[in-house]
Each structure stands twice: as C-alpha cells, then as structure tokens.
C-alpha cells in the first residue's frame, strides 16, 4: 500500500474537533456495574488504556437511560446521580489527556428487557410484540412488552435527556444515540416490531418520529461545542436474521430523514462491513454514504490494517471491537501492518466477565 492509499492514521475533524486517527474503539457493555450503576474500576481502566495505546476516539459501554424500563442486561451503568458524573468524569479526563474524543453511548432496551432486571419491573416497546427467539440469559422468553403511552413516549425521551445532561456534566466529547440492534429505538424503525396505527406508526416517517423526537429533545441539552451521534443498524440481537428495514430505498429513506436532524455523525452497525446490502451489489456503507456526506463510522469485522483501509474507501471512521476489546497493542499492530488473524466472536464473553482485560 502507498501512503497516498493509507488513510487511518491521517487526522478527520468534526466541526470543533479534531481526531489524531480514523480507529476508534466500538461502545461495548462489559455488565461490571454495582447497584450504583457505576461500572468495575478495571472496566473504566481499560477505556482509558485503549486512549492510551493510542486510540483517536473511545466510546462508553450503552449507559441506561432511565430506572424504570431501560435496562435490558445485568449491572448496566447510569449517569443521573452525581456520584455517577464524578466517576464518569474522571474518565473523560484521562481519556482527553491521552489525546483522544471521548464518546458517551446511551439506550433503552424496550423489548429486550427480562423481569426483574429493572427497578420498576416493565418491559415497554412500540407494539406489545414480544421477540420469537428465547432470551439467552434467562433461558426463558422475553415477556410479552407494553405498548408505550404516549406518557410512556415523553417519560422515555426525559430519560435520554437526562442521560445526556449527565454526560456533558461528565466533560463527554460527544454523546451518541443507539437507534441500532434491536433496542427501543430501533424497535420504532422497523415494521418488524412496530405495529402501531398512531402518529409514531404506519409509514416509514411515522416510525422514524420517535427517532426525530428524540434527537430534538437530546440537542437541546448538548451544547453546540459538543457533538451528537446517532447509530443505526439493519441487525437486531433478537430474531438477528431478520432484515429490520425492507429494503434498501427504505433504509436510504430513513438516512435521508437522519441527515437533516442536528447531528453531527452517523454510525452504521454491521456484522461485516463488507457484505453487500439488501440484495443489492451495495455495502451498508456505501448505500448510506449515497445518502449523505455527514461524518460516517462503520463496523463489523474491521480487524487488520488491510480492512481497516478497505472500511474507510466509504466512511471516516473505523470503529473496531472484539479486536481491540483482546488486543491492547492493536493500535500499534495496526501500524506496523502486523499480520493479525480476525477474532473468534466468543473469545469476547471474557467481555462480561471479572476478568480485567489487559
Ligand atoms: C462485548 C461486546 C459488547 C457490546 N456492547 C455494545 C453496546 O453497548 N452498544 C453497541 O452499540 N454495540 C455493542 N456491541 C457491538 C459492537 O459495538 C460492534 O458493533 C460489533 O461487535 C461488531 O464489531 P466487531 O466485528 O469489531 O466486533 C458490543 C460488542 C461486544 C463484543
């Protein structure tokens, strides 16, 4: 490769910031947290380490938006108390003196969630439409949700305002919202969950609408000098086969509608950035960046040098996960060119384990 083809480690400003690399580290739950919603001291380390070992850019764990219906995995994190901002905060620190964009994630599991694992027991979604599959952690299926109220619509969008009210009390660089994998907000996207015959409904802007209240009411909060992502997927962890949006025009359509929101990067989830798209001979990638020329963050299966380099031919950012969730020196290995073999995907449940990661 000539340098002039080598673009992961030239600098990709957005708006007031600028990152030293295109490699971040992908938002991953490690589940470390006690019952104050902060996560293992060892967990908040590692973050830290991978800014050091010289990431441009390093995302949270999805940190949980409200007490009452968000939490869809054991010992998730919150920032809504102030002894939750104080801990977050000293991350941010350390994360901004090793030179890197700190990235706070935050979502509400909807459907995902299994009895008892949030305070006030409710499991809530667009459409009380429960997922075919069993859910793993419990071996049981995944109770039948409620319907959300449209008090439940405004109570859920407080909790993801909130949310970001802390993370900017925390010193985040940015805050992204999780519109992918399934998770509430994804559930409103896709017809496959959302049935819903109101204004939140129906045609495919009546399902983006939660997505767009969301966004708006979260910007408020998120002073201009920071910035807002949004990351979408066509995968959900439930039923993962299924293709959450019909069709490429559709999910063209629903990254035209994201383009015109006041954010300031999108984040397109996959399982392999390569894979062509909707039957189409199309990436994801690809057919979101004929959509928009908003900064774009890909994922999924980006592991050596080589597709790092092929990730960023369309999107500026390469966001990489159980690679750099096992590796510490991945960054440096990336450098150098290092012969790297890809993952296996289980080496990573030592993710949610009380083991610390080097
Ligand atoms: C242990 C683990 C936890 C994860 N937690 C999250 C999460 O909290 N939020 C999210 O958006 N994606 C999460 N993911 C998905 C990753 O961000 C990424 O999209 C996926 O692993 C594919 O990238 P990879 O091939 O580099 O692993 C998680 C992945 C792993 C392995």
């Known amino acids: 490769m000539n340098a002039a083809e080598s673009r992961l480690f030239t600098p990709f400003t957005i708006k007031n910031f600028t990152l030293k690399n295109r490699i971040g580290v992908a938002p991953m739950t490690r589940t470390s947290g006690n019952t104050d919603s902060i996560p293992r001291q060892d967990v908040l380390d590692f973050l830290v380490r991978r800014a050091r070992n010289g990431a441009g850019m390093v995302y949270t764990e999805a940190l949980v938006t409200d007490y009452e219906s968000a939490q869809g995995y054991p010992r998730q994190a919150r920032i809504t108390t102030q002894k939750q901002i104080d801990a977050w905060g000293k991350v941010t620190d350390a994360i901004r003196q090793e030179g890197a964009m700190s990235v706070l994630q935050m979502f509400h ?11 006030a027991n409710r499991s809530i979604a667009p459409s009380a439409i429960a997922p075919q599959q069993d859910n793993p952690l419990t071996g049981a299926p995944y109770p039948l949700p409620e319907a959300m109220s449209q008090f439940d619509i405004e ?23 999780h519109g992918a ?9 896709s017809a496959y969950t959302n049935s819903r015959n109101d204004g939140y409904g129906g045609s495919t802007e009546g399902r ?13 909060v998120v002073p201009a000098d920071r910035l807002l992502f949004f990351r979408i997927s066509n995968w959900g962890i439930a039923d993962m086969a299924v293709s959450l949006f019909a069709d490429a ?3 063209q359509k629903v990254i035209r509608l ?14 392999n950035f ?19 020329d908003m900064p774009l963050f890909i994922c999924g299966k980006i592991y050596d040098r080589k597709t790092a380099e092929e990730s960023l031919a369309s999107a500026d950012i390469a966001l990489f996960a159980k690679s750099i ?34």
């Open 274 to 292: 390569q894979e062509k798209a909707f039957g189409t001979d199309q990436t994801m990638s690809e057919l979101t960046r004929e959509i928009t």
């Open 249 to 251: 025009a559709e999910w």
């Open 109 to 119: 599991c909807g459907r995902m969630a299994y009895e008892g694992v949030n305070p």
């Open 258 to 271: 994201l383009s015109a929101e006041p954010i300031d990067a999108l984040s397109v989830s996959t399982y």
């Open 325 to 358: 969730l096992l590796n510490p020196d991945l960054v440096e290995d990336l450098r150098t060119g290092k012969e790297l073999p890809c993952y296996k995907s289980e080496e990573a449940n030592i993710a949610y384990t009380d083991t610390p990661l080097p």
């Open 155 to 177: 109570h859920v969008i407080n909790g993801f305002v909130e949310t970001a009210r802390g993370a900017v009390a925390a010193g985040f660089d940015a805050i992204e919202i």
């Open 208 to 220: 983006y609408r939660f997505a767009h209240e969301v966004i708006q009411a979260v910007r408020k």
């Open 181 to 189: 994998h399934g998770y509430l907000i994804s559930q409103f996207l």
